[in-house]
Each structure stands twice: as C-alpha cells, then as structure tokens.
C-alpha cells in the first residue's frame, strides 16, 4: 500500500494519476474528501492532518510505502508523519525536498528542507530524495494580475532558472516508489529549458493571444510584499526575499539532466505546460 500525503496538490493529484494508471494499491491522506473528487475513484481516501498527530494512525495502517509532502515552515508536519510511519511500519519514503538544500551556504528554505530531510534519515527507514527547483505551476502566482490588468511583476530580474512540471516529478516519484534500487538516493530535479521571468512570460502570452506586459519589481523585498499585500509570517518573508535574491543573481541558471536519465525522455517543456493551462491564464470572458 502506498500513502501519499498532498494528494491534492499539483503533484500529488500527477502522482495519484500515474499510480492508478499502474494499478498500484494506493490511498490518499486528505483532510476534505471532497477536494478529492475529481482523482481517480480506486484510490482509498483516508481523513487525516498532518498538523494534527492523532489523526494519522489510521491512514497509516497497513501502509508500505509513503511519498511524504509537508508545506509551509517548519519542521512540526515531518516530525508528525515520520512518528505515524514509524509506528506503521513503512519501509520507504519517497520525500520531496528542494535543491536548495545543496547549496552552501543553505539559504532559509534550504534550511527547513535539510531539516525535514534530516528528521527521516534519522527514522531509519529507507528514503528517497527528490530535490527538484522551481517549478512550472509558480506561474500561476501571476494569475490575478495577468487576467485582471495583463502584467507580471518580476521580482528576479535577469536571473535564470530551469522550472520543471510537476507531472515529471510525480513521474519520478512513481518510479522511485514502484522500482527498486532507489533507496538511498538523492536526486536534483530541473527541466530542460532556462528562461528568465520576460521570456516565460512571452511564452505565455504567445499562448494566449495577448500581450502582457512585465514589470520588474525595485527590490525582492518589493515582490514579497505584492504577493503578501496582507503580511506574510516574517519568517517566510525573509525566506522569499532571500530566495529572490539568490535567483537575481544567478545570471547563468541551473540544470540537470536527472528526469532525462531517469524516464528516458526529456523534461516537458514550459510551453507545452502553458498550452495544457491557456485557459486558466485567459479571462474567464474568453476562455
């Protein structure tokens, strides 16, 4: 049996996918059954919270095999579901970490991440890394002001990454928890393609047929506060305005070949992404 945690997100609803297309044994831990309507049916629900212990047990019962997910800051959800997988006896965690957990020094989102990680190698039990960067699905952060006023605000300026879709994550986490010879390894995951945020953006427009207009924000600082015009917890605002500054500065960009090694084929390109997801970028009158 296979539990994965985020089963609603935009990876877990990729792995859910790839998994029933396997006909593996799988269940999904979900707080709201119903945001799980639409993943396949024969996949088991199990109600549970990892920001609340006493609700694990049960979905972890009879479980083998974990893809284990935890947002946000902190360390509290990874404690909680390591304790659950522990007691269940799970022999295998396929974890998603960040690459920023490699990089030296570790910036703060590194830092929970290494921390995260360092929590399950001390379980002992047997654990898969997945490291990947940005990912592609971080262009729907400019949905509102893309569909209400057609712009973007950069906050990286010149610098380069290399986004990955989610679906090809969720394709090597689903390699790593059906096949063996896994356990152990830490693999860095990128897509194939570096841009900056004006060429991503081009991209997207050239898909919807509309011109959208980037404006570069003054400062990291600046971008956080737009896309927190509420507060954001001061410590995930000096994570973000850390983590836009390293990316600014990175000129050059950063990739590896790991999903191509692993799945024989190439990463999925950025505009086949933004061609399954027009709609959602177009306004609701023209979608």
Known sequence: MILVTGATGHIGCELTREHDANGAELRLLVRDPSRAAELPERAERAVGDLGKPATLPPAFAGVDKLFLLTQGIGTDYTTAAITAAEAAGVHHIVHLSSCHVALDPIPAMGRWHHEREKIIRTSGIPATFLRPGGFMTNALDWLPTIREADYVLDPVGPGRLAPIDPADIAAVAALALTEAGHQGKEYVLTGDEIFTVTEQVRIISETIGRDIEVREAATPAEAVRFRFPHGA????ADAL????T?????????RTDTVERLL??????FADWCARHADTFRRPDTA
Do not use: I, K, Y
Not at 241 to 244: K, L, S
Not at 246 to 254: I, N, Y
Not at 264 to 269: D, E
């Open 233 to 236: 917890p001061q410590a995930l």
């Open 241 to 244: 305005t850390e983590g836009f």
């Open 246 to 254: 390293l990316m600014r500065a990175d000129t050059v960009g950063f």
């Open 264 to 269: 024989g084929r190439r990463p999925r390109t």
